[in-house]
């Protein structure tokens, strides 16, 4: 059931590009709860797309990498869908995911990314570490968008880079 939350208004998708380190999550199917490092880099394309690079370290020690791109939905109120299928299967319809940012600091280093179903959450940070009052603060505020927090999952940053 889709909900009525608020997202970002007045948003600079120019300083949103570039690096964000995964700090909190809800559990996803595709994103296995023991991975560590995890990372996004965000980049502009000359199509207006943003190119997403995800990456994370396996318990083996092997990155794993998933390349995706995010089309600008609602570019004024941070509302994005992205897309980590192959270019030959981007038509399908429902293959995209809603990427909503709905709160973010004023120096754009701390974000609240969701979407309108409340089934995926992340609390992004430009370092891979993040004072627990401020994590504290975004867990709050998706709780009174109606996010159901009891699975949330704090990654591990053991490397400085990939």
Same mark, same amino acid.
């Given at each position: 059931?889709?909900?009525?939350?608020q997202?970002?208004s007045?948003?600079d998708?120019?300083?949103?590009?570039?690096?964000?380190? =995964?700090? +909190?999550? $809800?559990?996803?199917?595709?994103? #296995?709860?023991?991975?560590?490092? !995890?990372?996004?880099f965000?980049?502009?394309?000359?199509?207006?797309?943003?190119?997403?690079?995800?990456?994370?370290?396996?318990?083996?020690g092997?990155?794993?990498e998933?390349?995706?791109?995010?089309?600008?939905?609602?570019? =004024?109120? +941070?509302? $994005?869908?992205?897309?980590?299928? #192959?270019?030959g299967?981007k038509w !399908?319809?429902f293959?995209?995911g809603?990427?909503w940012?709905?709160?973010?600091?004023?120096?754009?280093?701390?974000?609240?990314?969701?979407?309108?179903?409340?089934?995926?959450?992340?609390?992004?940070?430009?370092?891979q570490?993040?004072?627990?009052?401020?994590?504290?603060?975004?867990l709050?505020?998706?709780?009174?968008?109606?996010?159901?927090?009891g699975?949330?999952?704090?990654?591990?940053?053991?490397?400085?880079?990939?």
């Amino acid at each position: 059931m889709e909900h009525s939350i608020q997202t970002v208004s007045n948003f600079d998708l120019n300083r949103y590009l570039g690096t964000w380190y =995964e700090i +909190a999550r $809800l559990p996803m199917k595709h994103e #296995p709860t023991e991975n560590t490092d !995890i990372s996004a880099f965000y980049e502009l394309q000359e199509n207006e797309k943003v190119k997403v690079l995800n990456r994370s370290r396996k318990p083996s020690g092997e990155v794993d990498e998933a390349i995706g791109e995010a089309t600008i939905v609602d570019a =004024e109120n +941070a509302k $994005l869908e992205v897309t980590f299928l #192959p270019d030959g299967l981007k038509w !399908i319809p429902f293959t995209k995911g809603d990427y909503w940012v709905l709160k973010i600091d004023n120096n754009y280093t701390t974000a609240l990314v969701g979407e309108p179903n409340l089934k995926y959450l992340w609390i992004l940070n430009r370092s891979q570490h993040l004072d627990q009052s401020v994590i504290d603060e975004y867990l709050a505020y998706a709780q009174s968008l109606g996010y159901e927090l009891g699975d949330i999952i704090y990654p591990k940053h053991t490397q400085t880079s990939h």
